[in-house]
Nanobody, 125 residues
Framework: QVQLVESGGGLVQAGGSLRLTCAAS????????MGWFRQAPGKERDIVGY????????YYADSVKGRFTISRDNAKNTLSLQMNSLKPEDTAVYYC??????????????????WGQGTQVTVSS
């Protein structure tokens, strides 16, 4: 079965960095677009970043643009999110997700087919 397993979350001070990794199995990873989402308590699950199957197209939410970088390694079936200059408002559970590739960028969580279990990121002030 399909498994997406996130790792790399933790507690960091404001201004610090973390690198999240998502290991995928049970699917042809190189044919799926991938996304990172986050959900804070009492809030909706929102997209953070997106990367197409080839890595040639990327999208970032305005709130993280210039601070976060999404990347993928299709040979290793892994997705990464490098997070720099972290802020307390970045505190959330972060999820990776896989979507059948489309001609448009899927911004909504309902457009993704598979999800990881999430990893907690806490940024202290």
């Amino acid at each position: 079965q399909v498994q997406l397993v996130e790792s790399g979350g933790g507690l960091v001070q404001a201004g610090g960095s973390l690198r999240l990794t998502c290991a995928a199995s049970g699917l042809t990873f190189s044919t799926y677009a991938m996304g990172w989402f986050r959900q804070a308590p009492g809030k909706e699950r929102d997209i953070v970043g997106y990367i197409s199957w080839s890595g040639g197209r990327k999208y970032y939410a305005d709130s993280v643009k210039g601070r976060f970088t999404i990347s993928r390694d299709n040979a290793k079936n892994t997705l990464s999110l490098q997070m720099n200059s972290l802020k307390p408002e970045d505190t959330a559970v972060y999820y990776c997700a896989a979507a059948a590739d489309r001609v448009y960028i899927p911004y909504r969580s309902t457009e993704y087919d598979y999800w990881g279990q999430g990893t907690q990121v806490t940024v202290s002030s």
